[in-house]
């Protein structure tokens, strides 16, 4: 008997704790009918609840919410996301769209069941969700970007399949160095295990169609001062094309310095007299030609010389395909 009366109250227990933890209002009384116990019951229900999620998060509490007419979780402090937060992570996934469908859905509804006024953040965001395009790759992502990061963490060399974008497929054994997101993609920086001389390479995270730590478990070693930063490699990185590290020159006659200043986060601007900007900025070089291109005849650019005599060749060439008109 009295075992089964522990059972109906573990389920009891952990029903009423799922509804508190996404977010929902339970109320007592409804609580106590459908359960054939007493209104007192579901309140020691609640008290234990509360006891739990205090040792976890000392400035959680679950009360009445007169409002709601309910007892509902209310979140305090470091542990609180406002609905402010919700809606805007939620619109900045939206429009990034870094996953498939269903992840998508899946992350939306997680982190709607910490709000508060649910329904008004999803009247809100209801036509985007509904005309969510995910990128075309349909590859779930959620595990490949945590098991990639944790190799990354622990330092564990990969044996992959890489997918290339011609199509063609290459074993590699690489040392992954850094999990980056950049125009709707995630990337996994990383070297090639055993070179000598390595460098860093850029690798589409949903491109690789198969991967595992190495067997033996063999991990690599990076020296302290010099182990790779995603954050400063970002900074100089452009469409996550790689290159030379190179300083460029140019002057911008465009109206958002502000523009450029965000587009490159290690520019030293110089303003003259009639407006235009001279800009310096540390960059790999070739993605920073294809944005440089983007900006048509607002950019001059001044060095290095190599890089000037590059983008006039490639707009002679554009010019070409136009004919003579």
């Known amino acids: 008997m009295g075992s089964q009366h522990d059972e109906k109250k573990t389920a009891r227990i952990l029903a009423i704790y799922d509804q508190i933890i996404r977010g929902e209002t339970v109320n007592k009384q409804k609580w106590a009918q459908k359960q054939a116990v007493s209104d007192k019951t579901i309140q020691r229900d609640l008290k234990e609840i509360e006891e739990y999620l205090q040792t976890l998060y000392p400035e959680s509490e679950v009360a009445y919410d007169r409002k709601r ?133 850029v690798f589409r995270l949903d491109r690789f169609l198969n991967y595992a730590f190495c067997e033996d478990d063999l991990r690599f070693t990076t020296d302290y001062g010099t182990r790779f930063e995603e954050g400063k490699f970002r900074e100089k990185i452009q469409f996550m094309y790689t290159g030379k590290l190179t300083t460029i020159r140019f002057r911008f006659s465009g109206p958002s310095l502000e523009a450029v200043r965000d587009r490159l986060p290690t520019a030293d601007v110089k303003t003259s007299e009639d407006g235009v900007a001279t800009v310096s900025a540390l960059v790999y070089g070739e993605g920073v030609k294809k944005w440089l291109l983007s900006q048509g005849d607002w950019v001059e650019v001044l060095s290095p010389p190599s890089y000037r005599k590059e983008m006039v060749e490639m707009i002679e060439r554009m010019r070409g395909k136009y004919g003579e008109e």
């Open 69 to 201: 007419q309910g007892h509902r979780l209310f979140r305090e402090g470091s542990m609180a996301l406002s609905d402010h937060d919700i809606f805007a992570v939620a619109k900045v996934l939206l429009d990034a769209r870094p996953f498939n469908k269903i992840e998508m859905e899946k992350i939306l509804d997680h982190l709607l069941c910490l709000s508060y006024n649910r329904k008004a953040i999803e009247q809100a965001i209801g036509n985007e969700r509904q005309c969510y395009q995910p990128i075309k790759h349909g590859q779930d992502l959620i595990e490949r970007i945590w098991f990639f990061s944790q190799s990354v963490q622990k330092h564990q060399v990969l044996d992959v399949q890489y997918q290339k974008q011609d199509g063609t497929v290459k074993a590699y054994k690489i040392n992954p160095l850094g999990l980056l997101f950049n125009e709707y993609y995630f990337y996994v920086i990383a070297e090639i295990n055993g070179k000598e001389n390595p460098v860093s390479l």
